[in-house]
């Protein structure tokens, strides 16, 4: 009865996570579809918008993983799926006055940026959590399926947001906060999950400790900092280059953004799966060194003028590269974090991989500008060549192994 118990305690987060990441599939087209398509803006301010998206990860994600681990983690997430059922609602009656400005674009992207830089730690704690009672010590295969739903969900939302044309962007909306409020339904499910006895601190100092252990780790830091570069170079190019891409070169509306996202998150499922599958890795840092290594060639191919449907089989095998090196990072940060540290440890590497979004949007947006949708990609796949060249020579990241994360300290 106990296994059972456990085992429908895991279903409930993986449903409250797949919610959330379905809701955030559906934003992954219709942002970027009502940015560039519908109030047909410049390619620096489609870049500007996303920046907004992303920039409150920068501000809040470590205060976030701060406070999480001071508060009941369960509770935290409940009203944090409240909160973000309003901006898509009044986003939607926005759309149904006719009064869709790019400053209504800005607010909602603030908006949810924000509530997303709280609820990333907190739910990726509350992981560790659920899942050492379902799983022991296989917390890989944890991560693997938490992994696996959350790209089901956000390809669900994107193939949703497909159906644009159909339905309209305002009932897509609606969904969408619809979606968020049955999340916070299947959160309410778990157990309480109580924060950890500890002597109280002041916030500015809990996160200077989190970045302390991140980078006085051997194995913390080049993971970590290997997803600031996914977040500055790859998440940049995708959030801005990709829309940019579909509307100028191959002439499309929200059905082609979506069909790309489609392709690359049908990778990242295909992938994730695949390590679920397998099973255990050793050689984890070699496996992440790779995957991070195919974005960049992957990269450079979509900058050379292809047939759509090119693009997207390009996109697919990014996608496969992506969910290996997500799971990969996330599997190898929750071992080796502390879990005295672990919300904050995850909050700066969900800062590093998010947090490096709203840079790589800005710069992004500004290349295209100044040059073309394809020359903007060659620039970041040169860029993590370079960047992978130094963190496999001057740190241990190839060589993590599943050894050396077997038992975090406490």
Known sequence: METQGTERSFAWYLGGLGTWFGSLGLQMVLFPFLAAIVLEESAFRVGLAQTALMAPSILFMIFGGAFAERRDTRSLLIRIHMLASVPPFLMAAILVAG???????????LAMGTMSAFAI?????????VAEKSFGPDIQRAVVLASGIQFVGQLAGIILAGTENLVGAPALLIFQAVVMLGGAVMVRKLAAAPPMDRPPAHPLEDMRDGIRTVFASPILM?????????????????????????????GGDAGGISLV?????????????????????HRRGLVLTCS?????????????????WVMCLLCFC??????????????????????SHR?????IFQLGFAGGGPIGAFITGFIIAATDVHVAAWIPSATMVGVLLVLTTLTRLVSITSDDIAAPAT
Do not use: K
């Open 343 to 347: 919300a904050r440890v995850l909050s």
């Open 318 to 339: 990014w996608g496969l590269g992506a969910g290996t090196s997500m799971t990969m990072s996330r599997t190898i940060v929750q071992l080796a974090a502390p879990p």
């Open 121 to 129: 730690p907190a739910r990726d704690s509350l992981l560790s959590h």
């Open 261 to 281: 996202n489609i392709c690359f998150w049908g990778g990242t499922i295909v992938s994730t799966f695949t390590l679920l599958r397998l099973g255990h890795i």
């Open 222 to 250: 080049p993971v970590v900092l290997g997803m600031f570069a996914v977040g500055v170079l790859y998440v940049g190019a995708f959030m801005v280059l990709l829309p940019l891409m579909v509307r100028d070169y191959y």
């Open 292 to 308: 991070l290594s195919s974005g960049a060639v992957v990269l450079f191919l979509i900058g050379i003028p292809a047939p759509f």
């Open 99 to 109: 009064e869709l400005s790019f400053g209504w674009i800005i607010l909602y992207g």
